[in-house]
């Protein structure tokens, strides 16, 4: 929506595909009355489990005694309803505002453990160098899901690319964009193909997870937003949990080894090409920025 870098005990990444997303419940080990073996490896649903900053992640946590796998997920839709059906113990993929809206439409309550990052959206294109070079009615790609494809257009409006009737929310739609006030025109697709789709379209919001794996450059952005601006807290990346599992110190930890060691933190940095905004907001305030979101999408259905 909106994603930065093994040891005693290696951890093992896992490929999730959709149709074999049921398979990984049918293998858990026997649990105890917890709910959980306690010999059983932390699960963490990640889009982008190939960055190196992972393996600096597990190898740290192995330090602690804490062995984790990594189950690498293609796209956004669906690491949150396999934490949901127990088939992960935690994710760490999506920035609240996303969160906010999967709660909210599937009547489910997903809950904030800690934050990681907030990254910037930005604006690709394989055919040209400068915003500038972008002619009326060229076309840009932009996210399909929700959440990040009303980012998107914000960004292309804050670019001065496209105008929006509804003024910019966190709901905008390409509905809301007035053709013959706006220079390009929008498509729409599943996040994971924006990159890779940049041969046929003019440029392309890029959600930072996918930046890398396509052989872009963060330096050769066309445009991007700020994520240091106030209105991007509500994009803070975060590591969502059940809601029983809020105060499980082990999850704990490892939110705090993600925030606190040096080599994870710079692995993320140089991830995302120096882009970041390392964070590591309070808990209490990251739920309160949820509850808020979640009022917002339910006041905007």
Not at 117 to 127: E, G, N
Not at 168 to 190: C, H, I, Q, R, Y
Not at 231 to 251: I, P, S
Request: aromatic share 6%; hydrophobic share 45%.
């Amino acid at each position: 929506m909106f994603s930065k870098k093994r040891g005693i005990i290696a951890a093992s990444i896992t490929a999730l595909a959709l149709a074999g997303a049921a398979t990984l419940a049918g293998c858990a080990p026997a649990a105890d009355e917890a709910g959980k073996a306690e010999d059983a490896a932390v699960r963490i649903g990640v889009v982008g489990a190939s960055d190196p900053y992972w393996a600096t992640f597990t190898d740290a946590a192995a330090e602690e005694g804490i062995e984790v796998e990594l189950v690498d997920f293609t796209d956004y839709n669906q690491p949150n309803p396999a934490l949901s059906e127990g088939e992960l113990d935690l994710n760490q993929f999506q920035h609240i505002v996303y969160l906010a809206d999967y709660n909210v439409a599937n009547d489910d309550d997903l809950k904030i453990i800690g934050s990681t990052a907030i990254y910037p959206l930005a604006v690709f294109s394989t055919k040209h160098t400068k915003l500038e070079d972008l002619k009326q009615g060229s076309t840009v790609a932009v996210p399909s899901d929700p959440s990040n494809r009303a980012r998107a257009l914000n960004v292309l409006q804050a670019a001065g690319l496209v105008e929006l009737s509804d003024g910019g929310t966190l709901f905008s739609t390409p509905d809301e964009v007035v053709a013959d006030k706006s220079k390009v025109k929008v498509t729409e697709m599943d996040a994971s193909f924006t990159a890779t789709s940049l041969a046929d379209v003019d440029a392309a919001v890029v959600n930072n997870d996918f930046v890398t794996d396509a052989g872009l450059d963060f330096a050769d952005a066309l445009y991007q937003d700020d994520p240091e601006d106030e209105a991007a807290q509500l994009f803070a990346n975060v590591f969502a949990v059940k809601n029983a599992d809020v105060e499980n110190e082990t999850y704990q930890k490892l939110v705090e080894i993600y925030q606190t060691n040096e080599e994870v933190q710079a692995g993320v940095l140089e991830n995302s090409g120096d882009s970041a905004i390392m964070i590591s907001t309070p808990v209490s305030d990251l739920q309160a920025l949820l509850a808020d979101a979640e009022e917002q999408v339910r006041a905007s259905k």
